[in-house]
């Protein structure tokens, strides 16, 4: 089975400051997917990765970026974090018809 | 805009019953409709999968059934136990996307 790695499971971050978050997978999957999660609003769809290099928005893009260097590698940028990206933040692939997701990463940003 | 329900109530229930949660959805026709279990500060974990052409799916204790006219999964869980006590979302993806729109869940309790 694929395994998909957040690299923190909590950060704490000042206003302002330009946050890395990182996923790895540990096979070869082709489409990657960061989701940011909320009480009372799920998950929604920040951007999303069909291979290297490639990269679309999803529903909720404003304030991130992401970088897809190598397959293995998905990361989310926060430009400049503000408080309101205080969330769980989720990246998955998806493996057959199913998706796997990390463990999360909870940022606070203060 | 599409819109997925569940009972943003929880469910509770007693352990050997049957569960049975709702997912309904609106402005949307998806090809697959989707179910995970999440657990607290944890990520969704996939449980089952439905085609718009399929009517039930069962997996173990777990039977899922789409129905595309009333636009409504129903996902349950037969002889209920404490450990099935987590959050389930319904997710849906069109066929010519990979775009996995997801409900807010319902949060089940088992209690013994």
């Known amino acids: 089975d694929v395994k998909v790695t957040q690299s923190s499971r909590y950060l704490v971050k000042r206003t302002g400051e330009k946050v890395f978050l990182e996923c790895v997978q540990d096979m070869d999957h082709e489409n990657m997917f960061w989701y940011r999660q909320d009480p009372g609003l799920g998950l929604r769809l920040i951007y999303f990765s069909y291979d290297v290099k490639m990269k679309e928005k999803g529903d909720i893009p404003e304030g991130y970026s992401v970088s897809r260097e190598k397959k293995e590698r998905f990361s989310l940028i926060l430009e400049s974090a503000s408080t309101n990206q205080t969330s769980m933040y989720l990246c998955a692939l998806r493996d057959g018809y199913g998706y796997t997701f990390g463990s999360g990463t909870r940022l606070t940003v203060v | 805009s599409q819109k997925i329900e569940q009972n943003s109530e929880a469910l509770n229930i007693q352990e050997g019953k049957t569960a049975t949660l709702t997912c309904n959805y609106t402005n949307y026709s998806p090809a697959y409709l989707q179910w995970y279990r999440q657990d607290p500060g944890r990520g969704p974990v996939f449980l089952l999968l439905i085609r718009e052409n399929e009517k039930e799916k069962r997996k173990e204790r777990l039977k899922v059934t789409f129905d595309t006219t009333l636009k409504q999964s129903l996902f349950h869980i037969t002889a209920s136990q404490p450990a099935d006590s987590a959050t389930y979302l319904c997710?849906?993806?069109?066929?010519?996307?990979?775009?996995?729109?997801f409900g807010t869940g319902t949060r089940l309790q088992v209690f013994p």
């Open positions: 997710a849906l993806r069109g066929g010519d996307t990979d775009k996995l729109i």
